[in-house]
T-cell receptor, first 112, second 110 residues
Framework: DADVTQTPRNRITKTGKRIMLECSQTKGHDRMYWYRQDPGLGLRLIYY???????NKGEISDGYSVSRQAQAKFSLSLESAIPNQTALYFC???????????FGPGTRLTVL | GQQVMQIPQYQHVQEGEDFTTYCNSS?????IQWYKQRPGGHPVFLIQ?????EVKKQKRLTFQFGEAKKNSSLHITATQTTDVGTYFC??????????FGTGTSLTVIP
């Protein structure tokens, strides 16, 4: 959805580099999520946040950190990138009683 | 931890044939959602099911939630090339996490 934007859309980096992926939303949703997608593994939750002061680890948080700078902004950092972090990363917002999710366009990250 | 598995992982069908993907959770789900991801795109919400045994239809798509609320299915009647993509089920877990299934990639052969 155009209401959820991610930057950059593509990134190639080297092992050991620090990388930040940014997500912004204009939907006004409090809940925000970071997922990674790998072939055959579906979408796996890295971190999620229910408001600016609430940050929670997801299924695969090791090697990642996040920052919720504002209701509309949720950034994902890789402090020291490694090749097995090569993946497609999606940011999403959630809303409603059953947490319908709205995804950004994704960031394709390659770690050499 | 909770697991949400989908079968099959891949499905190739001739245009006009039917298609079904199945979703199975290791735990009972309060609700289940279905998403579609077109090739090169991002997941897009299709529908959510809440009640045990619930069945919902969207044109040629039929969604079903199992009686025990641990499984679900998506059936597409008479597939079209526009149905191509990966279909994911997803559901909440305890602690407010959200789990996506492994996805079923559908290819429709014209």
């Amino acid at each position: 959805d155009a209401d959820v934007t991610q930057t950059p859309r593509n990134r190639i980096t080297k092992t050991g580099k620090r990388i930040m992926l940014e997500c912004s939303q204009t939907k006004g949703h409090d809940r925000m999520y970071w997922y990674r997608q790998d072939p055959g593994l579906g979408l796996r939750l890295i971190y999620y946040s229910f408001d600016v002061k609430d940050i929670n680890k997801g299924e695969i948080s090791d090697g990642y950190s996040v920052s919720r700078q504002a209701q509309a902004k949720f950034s994902l950092s890789l402090e020291s990138a490694i090749p097995n972090q090569t993946a497609l990363y999606f940011c999403a917002t959630g809303t409603g009683r059953y947490n319908e999710q709205f995804f950004g366009p994704g960031t394709r990250l390659t770690v050499l | 931890g909770q697991q949400v598995m989908q079968i099959p992982q891949y499905q190739h069908v001739q245009e006009g044939e039917d298609f079904t993907t199945y979703c199975n959770s290791s735990t009972t789900l309060s609700n289940i959602q279905w998403y579609k991801q077109r090739p090169g795109g991002h997941p897009v919400f299709l529908i959510q099911l809440v009640k045990s045994g619930e069945v919902k239809k969207q044109k040629r798509l039929t969604f079903q939630f199992g009686e025990a609320k641990k499984n679900s299915s998506l059936h597409i009647t008479a597939t079209q090339t526009t149905d191509v993509g990966t279909y994911f089920c997803a559901g909440p877990s305890t602690g407010n996490q959200f789990y996506f299934g492994t996805g079923t990639s559908l290819t429709v052969i014209p």
